[in-house]
């Protein structure tokens, strides 16, 4: 993805909205994406947020919790260190306050079934979906841990498999999406959501890596390592590698993203 486009930038932002909004510790993460470079307070970005909230709570109210989050945000939002013109300074205080004002008037509401629609879009299967759906309700709080999972692996996906983060620091982040699941479902649904994804030589030159990494753990884990790969099987891995649905998952990416690459 070209972070210079809109569009690109756009959906980049959305997805960092999103994984704001479901964080258990909100100033961990904003200091982890100042460090990062991620510019979440312009004001386009404050945009997005009033446009989110204006669509979450038309009929609805948000979960407290993501709720008290977005307020967390605005107190960061609302005033910047950087120089801005007097009519930049009185939009933000404006875009600030329309969010403020959507949050309270929707507080009689019912309650916007965010965790439930969110895992609703990451198991097409329908069977599946609904086997989620009631785990989430009976178990709320395993619904909210799901969705904060693949939330945020959306958000640290287009950071990571985009020119944003340098060749040789991307296994940093990467390691991280080793034997994975969550990381395979989020490629996999974000492909489905924007095939642009599929036209970028570094989005799947990336997941490539991470899939033949897959690949030389399994070879290791069978008995046939592989010399030149450059990482290794770590105590608690065996259950990854007995998982059938994650290799499952896995293969389907693979399948999909090695057309990819033949089709381009």
């Not at 692996?153 to 340098?166: F, G």
Request: charge should be negative; include cysteine.
């Amino acid at each position: 993805m070209n972070y210079d486009n809109e569009k690109d930038c756009t959906i980049f932002y959305l997805k960092f909205i999103q994984a704001m909004m479901c964080q258990t510790d909100l100033d961990d993460f904003l200091k982890e994406a100042d460090e990062l470079g991620i510019h979440y307070t312009s004001l386009p970005v404050l945009e997005m947020m009033r446009d989110l909230v204006k669509a979450y709570s038309n009929g609805y109210s948000l979960p407290k919790e993501i709720k008290d989050n977005i307020f967390s945000y605005l107190q960061r939002a609302r005033y910047v260190q950087e120089e801005e013109s007097l009519e930049n300074h009185a939009k933000r205080f404006s875009l600030c306050n329309d969010i403020i004002r959507v949050l309270h008037d929707s507080m009689r509401s019912p309650e916007y079934p965010f965790y439930v629609s969110f895992i609703r879009r990451f198991y097409p299967n329908p069977i599946k979906s609904l086997i989620m759906q009631l785990r989430s309700i009976t178990d709320p709080e395993e619904g909210k841990e799901i969705v904060r999972t693949f939330a945020a692996t959306e958000y640290y996906i287009l950071y990571s498999h985009s020119s944003l983060l340098a060749d040789e620091e991307f296994m940093g982040v990467g390691a991280n999406f080793l034997l994975n699941g969550a990381y395979l479902m989020c490629i996999e649904n974000l492909l489905k959501q924007y095939p642009e994804l599929g036209e970028s030589p570094l989005f799947l030159e990336r997941t490539s890596k991470i899939l033949d990494y897959n690949d030389a753990l399994m070879d290791e884990y069978q008995g046939k390592p592989n010399s030149d790969a450059d990482c290794t099987l770590e105590p608690g891995d065996e259950e990854d590698m007995q998982d059938k649905n994650l290799w499952k998952e896995h293969n389907k990416v693979k399948k999909k993203v090695n057309q990819l690459k033949k089709d381009s």
